[in-house]
């Protein structure tokens, strides 16, 4: 079992450590704005998460706050603030946007180097080329340390990605296939026939398609590093909230014929926002020019 | 067999046509500088070829030398000077430069509107993400546009790309598993275990390793399409030169198992050179907002 709330609280212990570090030796501390435009009760709750996080951590947050009907300049002009603003190292704009609101053309305003999402074009490509100047998605990022905390030999393995998303599936199986990692990475998505079949070859299969429980057992090699990013909400009349959430995989058939495999929650889940703040770090320690 | 020498004619009559357009209804010209630092022969005659393609079809062309002991900061200026000169719409800095120039930095200084290589991480992550205002490396979008004019199927197939270089390897794994051309796709590497198990799952077969002969007719599934991107020198005491050119793949032994292959030379080779061409004009439309 991966125990992704173990590791989290490991990496925010580090992350702690290194902002207190950085308030001693340089003075300095990390700073992260968040913005949303409109009130969507989900988009809420993440950013409320997100500056809980940053107060726990010693990192200094700001929140912005946007009005569902605010204009294109109007979002583009607090990034430009923001971008700025040397006490904010790392620019968050919550997803998705009210439609008027190009979201593309918001993230290509933030300047890169604020950019902790890695979700500005420059970084995504900096990613692909393997220069590592600049950031790392969070979620990807999070699956990578999970494999690493758990000692999982990659070398060599072959690793079985469902999904190509821009934020997880297309930058995991970069990371996999980098030099240093070296497995090699089969890229799934709706379009791929014998999908059962393709899963089954996986030494390393990482899941992040959003469909409840899809993963069966038949689909699973035996020894298998299974890793689910995919959450859904399926409705279950014994919670409070009426729901429950799931991950791709069929936990209860697949845990015994795995060899690891990560549970949703308590997976993947919570690395996220742990390699967000690490990133917020690492942005600060840039942007000033400083080492921990 | 997949006849690129007939395809990249094609295509650069394609170019000519839109040179001849642009000129006619918009008087521009598409314009492109190619500089070179030191004195490589082979990187001389790379250089040749594309200022005499751009001759062939109507496009201006500047070649800048520099001496082999340029520094960087002659380079950038260069660099800086061609970015702001609006008679220039495409800049290529030829690789490898000489050890004291810093390659990515001087990649980076090329305003990514003139970067028609697609070197740049900016469009290197525009590619990633999908988005189709970046340009496309010229190699793999040589090979998708060879796919295309012999109207091979991919929704759905199984694609191995062998090799995983930023210029062919990874842009070649992300544009087959892209959204309309829909290929499950697999990055195969040095590290790859089972190599021949794994080729010979492929539907489509890209090779991108510089192994002379590496893909043996038991590699190859029957009736797959194999797409040769390997160019090697062997010696070869019948040819003037002294060396010939081979691809990746025994063409003898694999050709009458495959349904379409490449050959080298004549096959992809060729593309790329279109395929940069046909960039330049698109370089040329962009920064002067028309259309053809």
Redesign the interface.
Known sequence: MIDGKAVSEKVLAEVKQAVATLKARHNLTPGVAVAIVGDDPASQVYIRGKVKTCGELGVYSEKHELPRDATQEQVLALVAKLNADPKIHGILVQSPPPPQIDE?AVVEAIKPEKDIDCF????????????EK?FVPCTPQGVMRLLKEYGIET??KQAVVLG?S?IVG?PM??LL?R?GV?C??????S???NIAE?CARADILVTAIGRPKFITADMVKPGAVVIDVGISRVPDATKKAGHRLVGDVDFESVAPKASFISPVPGGVGPMTIAMLMSNAVRACCMQNRVTL
């Open positions: 593309r500005h074009p420059y970084n995504v490509g900096l990613m692909l080329i393997g220069d600049g070398s060599g190509r821009n297309k199986a970069v296939s030099k070296d090699t990475v089969t890229i799934g998505h379009r791929t026939r393709v």
